[in-house]
């Protein structure tokens, strides 16, 4: 059994630390928000009157926060308070630059850290099957491989200090290209009196073939599963997917990449959530680039 301090207890949190806890780990968590703290207790997690608190007496320390600021400012809190050579697992998405800085402060104080983001979304965070996509020392690793295994169906060690974040980032801007892509087909299909059916039978089995048409296809009817089955439902929301779209183009302006399909991509997220489908799954684009909605 592990102390496991848990901080940032949301739609992923939450399902994650309840994981730690059925594991048979002691895990002390803490959150801003009193319900977040009512549905951890109800999952047998230790509520603490704060982070700090959170952090004393704890082996290690996972954060599931929204995003770089917020990471820099609980490591700034709690990291001094933590035993020395407490491991910091970090799995919230954040830019590279941050997650870097959080290395820095944890090292600064004689900790191990890895950057460990997560893709499976609030699914896989109750399933147990996220996968991790973690940066950081190869010793840093080894000890929270373990830790991770609870919540993971895969865990990737993908390089040193926010080589995970990058991991993580670099997929989705693959995943929102593609899945422009895929939509545009459709709505072209549709043009051409070319069933949608058709277009899947040949494009998901010939060159044009991805993830965002085998699995996630952004038309009803030939992948039960897809959330265009279900009016969109997320899913995995535009929100987020702006959010990581972003993520991209901020890490492609510091390190000078050339990403004019990624910054297109951003772009029209940005207007279908303008629109107000930010709450929609990010497969409805392709209600936006038909003209239907918005
Ligand atoms: P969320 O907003 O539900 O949870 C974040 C939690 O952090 C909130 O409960 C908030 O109160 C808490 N928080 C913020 N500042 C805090 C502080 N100083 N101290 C303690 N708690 C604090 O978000 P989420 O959906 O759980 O996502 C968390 C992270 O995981 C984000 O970085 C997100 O991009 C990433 N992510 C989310 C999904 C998803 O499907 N939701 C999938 C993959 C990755």
Redesign the pocket.
């Known amino acids: 059994m592990t102390t496991i301090a848990f ?8 399902p994650m630390a309840a994981n730690l806890v059925k594991a048979g780990h002691q895990v002390q968590g ?4 009193t319900d ?1 703290l009512t549905t951890a207790k109800e999952n047998g997690v230790t509520i603490m009157a704060n ?1 700090a608190a959170a952090v004393k007496g704890a082996d290690v320390v996972v954060t ?4 770089g600021k ?1 990471v820099i ?2 490591y700034g ?1 709690v990291v001094a308070k933590a035993a020395k050579g407490t491991l910091f697992i970090d ?4 830019d590279v630059d941050s997650a870097r800085k959080a290395h820095a402060i944890a090292a600064e104080h004689g900790m191990l850290s890895i950057d460990a ?6 699914a896989g ?1 109750a399933a147990g099957s996220l996968t991790f996509m973690a940066g950081g020392s190869d010793k840093a690793f080894a000890r929270a491989e373990p830790i991770l295994e609870p919540m993971a169906g895969r865990v990737v060690h993908c390089g040193g200090d926010g080589a995970g974040q990058a991991a993580k980032i670099c997929n989705n801007m693959i995943l929102g290209i593609s899945m422009i892509g895929v939509s545009e087909a459709f709505v072209l299909a549709e043009k051409l009196g070319l069933s949608h059916q058709a277009l899947f039978d040949v494009a998901s089995t010939s060159s044009g073939q991805c993830w965002s048409i085998t699995s996630y296809c952004p038309v009803p009817g030939p992948v039960p599963a897809s959330p265009a089955n279900k009016e969109y439902k ?1 899913g ?2 535009a929100a ?1 997917m702006l ?2 779209l972003r993520l991209a183009q901020e890490a492609a302006a510091s390190a000078g990449a050339v990403t004019p399909m990624g910054a297109e991509a951003a772009q029209l997220y940005a207007l279908f959530n303008a629109r107000g489908h930010g709450g929609d799954d990010f497969s409805g684009i392709i209600n936006f680039l038909r003209g239907d909605k918005g």
Not at 91 to 94: C, E, G, L, Q, V
């Open positions: 901080i940032g207890l949301g739609n992923m949190g939450n803490y959150d801003l928000v977040n982070a599931m926060l929204p995003a917020h400012s609980v809190d799995s919230s998405t954040i983001p997560v893709s499976g979304g609030t965070a997320p995995f929301a987020l959010k990581d």
